[in-house]
């Protein structure tokens, strides 16, 4: 089993940039495959960026294509996601998820064996 925990989040206007930390314990995060997801109000969680194992291959939705970068220092069993060129789309819970080896598309939540309890992003215009 792994525990996740998010930080970083907060307020930030159109423009700026954060940077999302997920924090393993438990077991090291150099076990999983590691996603980003994020949730706005009335809407369905929706796949943002994911990370193999070893950290040689991302992906990423179209949506923040070019803006956000997600890495991984296994040393440090920590995850992140940097995001540049804040729009207010961007508004969501930001969501740290892990996946058990290399089963299963990254794109899919339903893949994803453990998840964070979230860090609020809200970016103003």
């Known amino acids: 089993q792994v525990q996740l925990v998010e930080s970083g989040g907060g307020l930030v206007q159109a423009g700026g940039s954060l940077r999302l930390s997920c924090a393993g314990s438990?077991?090291?995060?150099?076990?999983?495959?590691m996603g980003w997801f994020r949730q706005a109000p009335g809407k369905e969680r929706e796949f943002v960026a994911a990370i193999s194992l070893s950290g040689s291959t991302t992906y990423y939705a179209d949506s923040v294509k070019g803006r956000f970068t997600i890495s991984r220092d296994n040393a440090k069993n920590t995850v992140y996601l940097q995001m540049n060129s804040l729009k207010p789309e961007d508004t969501a819970g930001y969501f740290c998820a892990a996946k058990v080896g290399y089963r299963g598309s990254s794109y899919y939540l339903s893949n994803y064996d453990y998840w964070g309890q979230g860090t609020q992003v809200t970016v103003s215009s």
């Open positions: 438990g077991r090291t995060l150099g076990s999983y495959g």
